[in-house]
């Protein structure tokens, strides 16, 4: 096959999703009010074409945006609920606080190398869709169905699940401030034992108590989740400053090994492989966020330069902060209570820093709605995304879901509660929290692996299609594509439209062709091949003298990579009546 003809292939299919985009209802465009919301939340995304106009008039210098306001848009996004919420797992996995600290600075640079990745993606093709875009443009083949799948496990999974695993956090933290903290077992025996179904409760109280806010005014969450930002971003300079005291010997942390374990060093570390595994799942959900950063290009000047420089200098500067307060956390706590404290060890923290009334109850309380607040975005982005995919032709199950078989914000963020609380409610008795975050990270590995190497399959076929003088050639296979599907479906959608631009589904050559950033090779390929590795190892047996799963977890060890393996290929079936049968 000649790349001619392979290209063409990749063309039609590109078209055929794009058709499915101009037969898309017009009412499920994006309301007033959500773009109104997107401004608010990121200008940057909601501005881009604008943005695109500013930098073909040489405007560059209106747009607000330097490399230090992209540093603080980088701590903003990256700093969450993990940080609060899985130091002690990690422990409990690799074995000691010192490989604890090794795992932090891996995760790092290697979320360093992926954002740089998805940095270039962004800059070459600068629209709205994130990684379902630049899933749809690397991979055409077989009827997107890369992107196809990627967005029913987003949808359906990944951010319901994110918000479900945030509202539990909330809920493990209240219940220590207002039930009676390291003494609940005895203040209140029987919230003490009924723990989980309680945690459940409040969790789901939380959520419905989220979607409302979005739902009454998502300017107002908008603001109150700014507000709450500033406060915990605040809070982790506290707990890191603590490190730095411990680090200098103004805080004495407990002596010896039954203390906090620092003297033993590496000794004790885990030598089994799934345990690295577990232990970087939970590491990357407190860098969760990297992967959005490129959305900040549109308004920032000279993105080509200041946004990798933001990246870089942002993401180094969180693993600062996380690794300071991981040396406050496991310092100050003693190390048996730390694993045993599960996601709560910044109360067990507070508490032994700041005393019985402001470390028991009111910090624990404060961080509790730190950690909900990062609902506000996931149930917001999340509400966007079901709208964005349907308008793709990558949802249409959507609408037969949506009164009046109309897509709108207010029913996208009902169907990501009740997906959220379902998840709450109907998973079995352990660590909700535990298993939630590996069902989360086990499916993005592969689509962070696959994006990544995204940079490389679309320059390669860019090269090639130079070298052979194809770029005319595709640019009327795509246009004349596009008009067959539109004559094949016109019956079905006669008289509709829709007014979202198609631009990030135009062929490769309508880009720049030279891409105004372009990462390491080497550094792509090492990310995509380290997701790719971490997604097998999670089929690794754990070690049977030492199996920190049943520890910690009542759930089989297989049980996480074969649901995902399973909704992926589930995922096949609705891809096929609804995307490959049109071909």
């Known amino acids: 096959m000649t790349a001619a003809e392979d290209y063409n292939q990749s063309t039609e299919s590109t078209a055929l999703l794009s058709a499915n985009?101009?037969?898309?209802?017009?009412?499920?465009?994006?309301?007033?009010?959500?773009?109104?919301?997107?401004?608010?939340?990121?200008?940057?995304?909601?501005?881009?074409?604008?943005?695109?106009?500013?930098?073909?008039?040489?405007?560059?210098?209106?747009?607000?945006?330097?490399m230090w306001s992209g540093i603080g848009i980088v701590f903003n996004q990256l700093i969450g609920s993990g940080i609060f919420s899985t130091p002690a797992l990690i422990v409990l996995y690799c074995g000691t606080p010192m490989m604890g600290m090794v795992l932090w600075i891996l995760g790092g640079l290697i979320s360093i190398s992926g954002g740089m990745a998805f940095v270039e993606l962004g800059l070459l093709y600068p629209t709205n869709g994130g990684m379902m875009t630049y899933l749809a443009k690397a991979y055409p083949r077989p009827a997107h169905l890369l992107a196809f799948i990627f967005a029913w496990t987003i949808i359906l999974f990944v951010r319901p699940a994110s918000i479900a695993a945030s509202s539990i956090v909330f809920a493990d933290y209240m219940l220590y401030a207002v039930a009676g903290g390291e003494n609940m077992e005895n203040k209140n025996p029987w919230v003490y034992n009924n723990k989980d179904v309680i945690s459940r409760g409040i969790a789901v109280i939380g959520t419905i108590g989220?979607?409302?806010?979005?739902?009454?005014?998502?300017?107002?969450?908008?603001?109150?989740?700014?507000?709450?930002?500033?406060?915990?971003?605040?809070?982790?300079?506290?707990?890191?400053?603590?490190?730095?005291?411990?680090?200098?010997?103004?805080?004495?942390?407990?002596?010896?090994?039954?203390?906090?374990?620092?003297?033993?060093?590496?000794?004790?570390?885990?030598?089994?492989?799934?345990?690295?595994?577990?232990?970087?799942?939970?590491?990357?959900?407190?860098?969760?966020?990297?992967?959005?950063?490129?959305?900040?290009?549109?308004?920032?000047?000279?993105?080509?330069?200041?946004?990798?420089?933001?990246?870089?200098?942002?993401?180094?500067?969180?693993?600062?902060?996380?690794?300071?307060?991981?040396?406050?956390?496991?310092?100050?706590?003693?190390?048996?209570?730390?694993?045993?404290?599960?996601?709560?060890?910044?109360?067990?923290?507070?508490?032994?820093?700041?005393?019985?009334?402001?470390?028991?109850?009111?910090?624990?309380?404060?961080?509790?709605?730190?950690?909900?607040?990062?609902?506000?975005?996931?149930?917001?982005?999340?509400?966007?995304?079901?709208?964005?995919?349907?308008?793709?032709?990558?949802?249409?199950?959507?609408?037969?879901?949506?009164?009046?078989?109309?897509?709108?914000?207010?029913?996208?963020?009902?169907?990501?509660?009740?997906?959220?609380?379902?998840?709450?409610?109907?998973?079995?008795?352990?660590?909700?929290?535990?298993?939630?975050?590996?069902?989360?990270?086990?499916?993005?590995?592969?689509?962070?692996?696959?994006?990544?190497?995204?940079?490389?399959?679309?320059?390669?076929?860019?090269?090639?299609?130079?070298?052979?003088?194809?770029?005319?050639?595709?640019?009327?296979?795509?246009?004349g594509g596009r008009r067959r599907r539109s004559s094949n479906t016109s019956a079905a959608g006669a008289g509709t439209s829709s007014s979202l631009p198609v631009d990030y589904l135009l062929p490769e050559s309508s880009a720049s062709s030279r891409p105004p950033f372009r990462t390491s090779r080497l550094g792509v390929i090492l990310f995509s091949a380290t997701c790719f590795f971490l997604a097998m190892l999670q089929f690794w047996p754990p070690d049977e003298k030492n199996d920190k799963d049943n520890k910690h977890s009542p759930y089989p060890f297989y049980l996480v990579p074969v649901l995902g393996l399973t909704f992926f290929a589930m995922t096949t079936i609705p891809w096929y009546f609804s995307m490959y049968r049109t071909l």
């Open 21 to 66: 985009i101009h037969n898309r209802n017009p009412n499920t465009s994006t309301t007033s009010g959500q773009q109104e919301a997107s401004q608010a939340l990121n200008p940057a995304q909601s501005q881009q074409q604008q943005s695109t106009v500013d930098d073909d008039s040489g405007r560059d210098e209106e747009k607000p945006i330097g």
């Open 210 to 479: 989220i979607t409302a806010l979005n739902w009454w005014s998502v300017k107002w969450s908008l603001r109150m989740s700014n507000l709450i930002t500033a406060s915990k971003i605040g809070l982790l300079f506290i707990v890191s400053f603590t490190g730095i005291l411990v680090l200098v010997g103004y805080v004495t942390p407990p002596a010896g090994d039954e203390g906090n374990g620092w003297s033993r060093g590496f000794e004790g570390s885990s030598t089994n492989l799934r345990d690295y595994a577990l232990a970087l799942n939970k590491v990357f959900w407190a860098y969760e966020g990297w992967s959005s950063l490129h959305y900040v290009a549109g308004e920032m000047k000279k993105p080509e330069r200041n946004l990798p420089m933001s990246i870089g200098f942002g993401i180094s500067g969180v693993s600062v902060l996380y690794l300071l307060a991981n040396i406050a956390f496991f310092s100050v706590v003693p190390i048996k209570d730390a694993i045993s404290s599960g996601e709560i060890l910044g109360a067990k923290f507070t508490n032994a820093i700041f005393g019985p009334i402001g470390g028991e109850i009111v910090l624990p309380m404060f961080i509790s709605f730190f950690v909900l607040s990062t609902n506000i975005i996931y149930i917001y982005s999340g509400s966007y995304l079901i709208t964005s995919a349907h308008e793709m032709g990558l949802a249409d199950w959507a609408v037969s879901l949506a009164p009046n078989h109309v897509v709108t914000r207010k029913f996208s963020l009902l169907l990501l509660c009740s997906i959220a609380i379902g998840l709450l409610v109907l998973l079995p008795q352990g660590n909700l929290f535990n298993l939630l975050v590996d069902m989360i990270q086990y499916p993005m590995w592969f689509f962070y692996g696959f994006t990544a190497l995204g940079c490389i399959i679309l320059e390669r076929r860019k090269k090639k299609k130079n070298s052979n003088g194809d770029i005319d050639d595709e640019a009327q296979a795509f246009s």
